[in-house]
């Protein structure tokens, strides 16, 4: 595994931990979590050549039975799952910079027409989500008003945005990034990407980029900007809350 932050590792096996150890293997770890809300009552990650974690609400381990039964394995879970109506959403890709490339990235200089946005750019962003379609704003998920947002820029133009949101109340900067149709392929969501990030780190904070696990175009674009992968998450689907 590449050398990530401490952040990372510690967020996440403390996240996954649990108030009662169902079943613990090399390979598989199933935990009972008294403290899960309903949109996170199922959570699964599964880390890279590591061991797959789970954390169940108590409420759902009750509907499980889990007292009279074992779960050893996902697929297994996944089978009394959907006995019960329930099921998982589809897992994510979570990306994190190894401690070498966020090295790279705070020693990379500054790229022209690329810069923070403010709400002096509310105009030019007003006119990127017009030209914008729905669906493409939804899954991105870019606002002026997070925490961070940067732009390239052709012209006068916002061609490509990009914004940060701090993520469940922790250090993680959450990247939402959106490129228009006639400028994709030309590296503005790469280079947009950096620089947010940079000032993310310089600021303390820990850069993270989800995707889909069958969005080929936005797991290149992490592949291009040095990301590794860390883990695959995965929630319950929100059809079961």
């Known amino acids: 595994m590449p050398d990530f932050h401490s952040i990372v590792t510690e967020y996440w096996f403390k996240k996954m931990s649990g108030d009662v150890q169902h079943f613990e293997n090399e390979s598989f770890c199933l935990a009972i979590n008294n403290l899960l809300d309903e949109s996170n009552s199922i959570m699964v990650l599964g880390v890279v050549n590591g061991k797959t974690r789970v954390t169940l609400s108590s409420k759902v381990a009750e509907a ?9 394995n996902l697929e297994q879970l996944e089978v009394y799952l959907a006995e019960k109506k329930l099921k998982l959403h589809g897992p994510d890709n979570l990306y994190y910079f190894s401690h070498q490339n966020q090295l790279k990235l705070l020693n990379e200089s500054d790229k022209k027409n690329i810069r923070p946005l403010t709400s002096e750019d509310k105009n030019a962003f007003s006119q990127f989500e017009r030209l914008a379609s729905k669906d493409d704003l939804e899954n991105a998920y870019v606002e002026l008003e997070h925490w961070l947002v940067y732009g390239a820029f052709e012209g006068q133009q ?79 689907s929100p059809d079961c809350k």
Do not use: H
């Open 64 to 72: 499980l039975m889990l007292s009279k039964i074992e779960i050893t």
């Open 158 to 236: 916002l061609v490509c945005a990009a914004s940060m949101y701090d993520w469940d109340n922790t250090q993680f900067a959450d990247i939402g990034v959106l490129t228009l149709d006639p400028f994709r392929g030309k590296g503005y969501a790469k280079k947009v990407i950096s620089a947010m990030s940079k000032k993310a780190i310089q600021l303390g904070y820990e850069p993270q980029y989800r995707t889909q696990i069958d969005n080929q175009a936005s797991i290149a674009l992490a592949n291009s900007l040095g990301l590794s992968l860390f883990a695959k998450w995965d929630v319950i």
